[in-house]
């Protein structure tokens, strides 16, 4: 659309192949690239006190050595270092990760300036830097770009002076006049420059709010044209659904269906049928039975003649799927098999041969069903489960498998229905919102850790009726190998503890997956009772006979990532349970541990998390379910979200944006993406 702007990064002055290269690493390849790959955060030499500081806010503080430093090893790398720290009357923890040499420094009753993260449900601060004494500094405002190989902020800083110089007069004003003027924004270039090389908070604030709108309405116009492109030009075919035997189908399940899951079927089965392209989401809580909806979908389209691929996010759940679709489809002589990272060799052969002639209908299986040797004769139906596990590209690749295939995402993560609308809105969303009947509430019970013995003689209780129990692992830092380390020592506490009474298996994402495969099938066996695990049986395990799920450090997970982690208890007839250890010290932190033994409805509790401090921390950054952006965040700038929807909306209708001058750059934008190209949609 710039033709400048799209040149490479070399054509900045000191910009070579070798550093090009790097760049690249971090995806940065054209002019354009540069300038608007934006500092993640900034740094905050301001001295605060900590009184006026916020939850996971960056901060300076000063503060008095009141211990020395104790330091735990994970494995040879990996260290954890900790002190406690008098700041401003208030006792709080240091934490310093991999930085076992700052040992030395911390001498009790000296004065030091801290900047990290801090934490106030846990009174923690996660330091980046430590200096002794009391340091101010002159330019308290500093930028931090995330940087990989021999980048550093400061070359990556200097780079981007010398494009600003040379290329910023370039810089593309794509925002209509109009929006510019009545939200006050600042104009791209001051945007761009002031995010670089801030002059303050106000001013980065200011600029960041311009791109953020920015970003957001492209995103919006986006997905508004697209929506309207597969509207008025379908691609879909119109699927003959055989009602008959769709009824008898389901007439045949062990289960009479939920009126919440009849009204899905009915609403995706119309999709089905029209000939516009099917772009589904459905929702539904852990539990609410998706998984047969999506089996009922499957097989009226087979029996239309069509193909069905239903891809997962991991091995685990992908041979889980594969079981309890088997046992649906074996009675009509319907074989599902499964495709993953596992199945090599000629198995593998055999069975793309088999997707390849449209012998084999059905196939379940993770990322390895978007491989470039993987054709499917006539793929009628797209299903992924867990979907904000996927990227988009990764769903588009499927996607493009079959000539223009209905798509439907299921997911989860109750996303409230405001935000659905504003992030979803290329998609139809159906909302399954009731469990199946007889299904017990899961009783949640929150227990300071200093409990953990009276919970171990509760968990042998249900042990003793015959039931088994899972217990997932503390939580310490988004480092794989640290919570493995912690899962591994917790299976050894109870393996001793349980000794000659209970098995306990140990679940980690470092196992092989045929290690995991055999744990796994132990623990739905119940050849072991207990099952210690980190986060990696989150999604979609099923074992009804497990009734007790215990979480450590629940304060550290979003309420997404714990209400899902709850619902893998509940499965069966028997009363289920679910303890969280937590020991939040903020109000908050306890208002959250309160909400979540208060309700069970995964809609509710993200209404309840959005109003107690705006939408922030039911979703986990890991799992979130929306989409990315390079400087929006949907959760905390929803309302801009909103605003940029509703701007949209009106420019998509309005005469003048699809021929006035004004807004050449924004239509040239969206054709160069294919939001136009009614070729394409995604
Ligand atoms: P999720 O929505 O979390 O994927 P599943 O599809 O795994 O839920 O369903 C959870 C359990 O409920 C499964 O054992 C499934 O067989 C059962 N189930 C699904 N629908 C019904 C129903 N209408 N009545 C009774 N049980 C059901
Ligand atoms: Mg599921």
Request: glycine share 6%.
């Amino acid at each position: 659309m710039n033709e400048i702007m799209e040149q490479p990064v070399t054509t900045v002055k000191g910009i070579g192949e070798e550093t090009a290269k790097q760049l690249k690493s971090l995806r940065i390849e054209t002019v354009q690239d540069l300038l608007e790959y934006f500092p993640f955060r900034y740094e905050d030499y301001q001295i605060k006190d900590l009184h006026q500081v916020k939850h996971e806010e960056r901060v300076t503080v000063v503060g008095t050595i009141q211990t020395e430093a104790s330091i735990r090893y994970f494995g040879k790398k990996k260290n954890r270092l900790t002190f406690r720290l008098l700041v401003d009357n208030v006792l709080v923890t240091v934490t310093f990760f991999n930085r076992a040499f700052l040992q030395k420094q911390i001498a009790v009753g000296a004065e030091v300036t801290i900047t990290g993260k801090w934490d106030q449900h846990r009174l923690t601060i996660t330091g980046n830097e430590f200096k002794q004494g009391r340091e101010e500094r002159e330019q308290t405002f500093a930028p931090v770009y995330s940087v990989t190989g021999t980048l550093t902020t400061r070359s990556l800083r200097k780079y981007i002076y010398q494009a600003l110089k040379d290329f910023g007069s370039y810089l593309p004003e794509i925002l209509p006049q109009k929006y510019i003027i009545d939200y006050k924004l600042p104009s791209k270039k001051e945007a761009v420059s002031q995010l670089h090389f801030p002059t303050n908070k106000e001013l980065v604030k200011h600029a960041r709010r311009r791109m953020v709108y920015e970003e957001f309405l492209v995103f919006q116009l986006k997905m508004q044209s697209f929506r309207k492109a597969n509207r008025e030009h379908s691609h879909g075919r119109a699927v003959a659904i055989d009602k008959g035997s769709l009824s008898s189908f389901i007439d045949d399940l062990p289960f009479p269906l939920t009126n919440a899951q009849r009204r899905v079927i009915d609403e995706i089965t119309t999709d089905l049928q029209s000939a516009t392209q099917m772009n589904r989401l459905l929702q539904g809580d852990v539990g609410s039975g998706k998984t047969v909806v999506a089996a009922i979908c499957m097989y009226a389209i087979i029996q239309a003649g069509f193909q069905a691929a239903l891809m997962v996010p991991t091995e685990i759940l992908a041979e889980q799927h594969v079981q309890s679709l088997q046992a649906l489809f074996q009675p009509y002589g319907v074989e599902v098999e499964l495709l993953s990272g596992s199945v090599k060799g000629k198995k593998r052969k055999e069975k793309l041969e088999l997707l390849a002639n449209g012998h084999l209908k059905i196939i379940v299986g993770t990322h390895a069903l978007i491989q470039d040797d993987v054709h499917f004769n006539n793929l009628g139906l797209v299903i992924t489960d867990e979907q904000h596990r996927f990227g988009v590209e990764q769903r588009r690749v499927l996607r493009d498998k079959g000539e223009h295939p209905d798509v439907l995402f299921m997911t989860a993560t109750p996303i409230p229905r405001t935000l659905a609308i504003s992030v979803f809105g290329d998609m139809d969303v159906s909302i399954i919102d009731e469990l199946p009947a007889g299904r017990k509430t899961i009783e949640t019970y929150w227990a300071k850790p200093d409990m953990f013995e009276r919970v171990l003689d509760f968990t042998e209780k249900e042990l003793m009726a015959g039931r088994q129990c899972y217990v997932i692992c503390p939580l310490i830092e988004e480092s794989d190998k640290i919570d493995v380390q912690n899962a591994i020592d917790v299976h050894l506490l109870l393996t001793q503890h349980f000794q000659g009474k209970w098995k306990v298996g140990l679940m980690h994402g470092r196992l092989h997956s045929s290690e995991k495969d055999v744990v796994m099938e132990e623990f739905s066996q119940n050849q072991t009772q207990i099952l210690v695990s980190t986060t990696v049986v989150e999604v979609g395990v099923n074992v009804p006979n497990a009734t007790v799920m215990i979480i450590y450090d629940a304060e550290r997970f979003g309420l997404a990532q714990l209400h899902q982690l709850r619902g893998r208890v509940g499965r069966g007839q028997a009363q289920s349970y679910c303890i969280l250890l937590a020991d939040p010290k903020s109000e908050v932190g306890k208002e959250r541990m309160r909400i979540m033994t208060e309700t069970n409805d995964g809609f509710v509790l993200s209404e309840r998390d959005l109003e107690l401090r705006g939408p922030g921390d039911f979703f986990g950054a890991k799992q979130s379910g929306l989409p990315d952006f390079k400087i929006a965040d949907v959760v905390h700038d929803y309302r801009a979200l909103e605003v940029a929807r509703n701007d949209a909306a009106t420019l998509i209708q309005s005469e003048s944006f699809w021929i006035h001058d004004e807004f050449k750059m924004l239509r040239e934008l969206l054709k160069k993406e294919g939001a136009m190209n009614k070729q394409k949609i995604d």
